[in-house]
């Protein structure tokens, strides 16, 4: 059975239910959704049931899902941190998504966090050996 608790989003200036929520993002009903957002903009309506920093890392799990451009990490990484998440969450949401993303997204999704995060990527790849002398072939 569909649960028919209200979410917090209104609809006419009723509560809509979980089930009405998400009937109306599935018919892009574009009123609805623009009342989601989270922006607090003028006529926002939405109470969200997810605080802003556990929303900040499912848009990162999106990002790395999606295979996101390193501009979206740094804004999305800025926007957890000053929603309270520590370097670690944001690590951590990596490590969450990867059984559902998959290991090539989530590798290629490692130095664009790195960076995002003020990290030198892939620094565990790099080898301390000394430089050869020049001229000299190994």
């Known amino acids: 059975m569909a649960d028919a ?8 200036g009723a509560v809509a239910t979980t089930e009405d929520t998400l009937a109306r993002i ?12 989270r922006s607090g903009g003028e006529g926002a309506e939405f109470d969200p049931a997810l605080d802003q920093r ?5 848009k990162l ?30 690590v951590d949401t990596l490590v969450a998504v990867l059984p559902s993303a998959g290991i090539v997204r989530t590798s290629s999704a490692a130095p664009k ?7 030198e990527p892939n620094h565990a790849l790099r080898e301390d050996e000394p430089e050869a002398p020049r001229g000299h072939r190994p």
């Open 113 to 119: 966090l790195a960076l995002a995060l003020g990290y």
């Open 26 to 37: 599935g018919l892009r009903d574009e009123g609805f959704i623009q009342s989601l957002s």
């Open 61 to 90: 799990a999106v990002l790395i899902g999606i295979e996101g451009a390193i501009p979206s990490y740094v804004a999305t990484v800025q926007a957890a941190q000053a929603a309270g998440a520590s370097d670690a969450e944001i």
């Open 5 to 12: 608790r209200p979410a917090s989003p209104r609809c006419n």
């Open 54 to 58: 556990t929303c900040e890392l499912v």
